[in-house]
Nanobody, 124 residues
Framework: QVQLVESGGGLVQAGGSLRLSCAASGFTLDAYSIGWFRQAPGKEREGISCISSRDGNTYYADSVKGRFTVSRDNAKNTVYLQMNSLRPEDTAVYYC?????????????????WGQGTQVTVSS
């Protein structure tokens, strides 16, 4: 059974850091490009980062560029999202998702497998 599980969310003060993990079971994560998305209350889901399987290239939304870093540990079948300098507007449920393309397409529709999400709350 293909499954993605996010962890590492929590409550943090503004300026703090968290590291989210996206662990895969039932498939080999390095064969997929992995995206991170978030959805704040009352807002649409937003794609914030992606790491491609082909060459490890990374992509970031302007809202997180310079503060968030995506990486993968193929030996652990896990992708990470290091989040620094967190702001209250980063508060959201964060999801990881897997895309079988070996590049980051930029389209949410190409991500076929999703985790259940992990809550990140940043207090001011």
């Amino acid at each position: 059974q293909v499954q993605l599980v996010e962890s590492g969310g929590g409550l943090v003060q503004a300026g703090g850091s968290l590291r989210l993990s996206c662990a895969a079971s039932g498939f080999t994560l390095d064969a997929y490009s992995i995206g991170w998305f978030r959805q704040a209350p009352g807002k649409e889901r937003e794609g914030i980062s992606c790491i491609s399987s082909r060459d490890g290239n990374t992509y970031y939304a302007d809202s997180v560029k310079g503060r968030f870093t995506v990486s993968r540990d193929n030996a652990k079948n896990t992708v990470y999202l290091q989040m620094n300098s967190l702001r209250p507007e980063d508060t959201a449920v964060y999801y990881c998702a897997a895309d079988p393309h070996n590049y980051c397409s930029g389209y949410e529709s190409t991500f076929g497998s999703w985790g259940q999400g992990t809550q990140v709350t940043v207090s001011s």
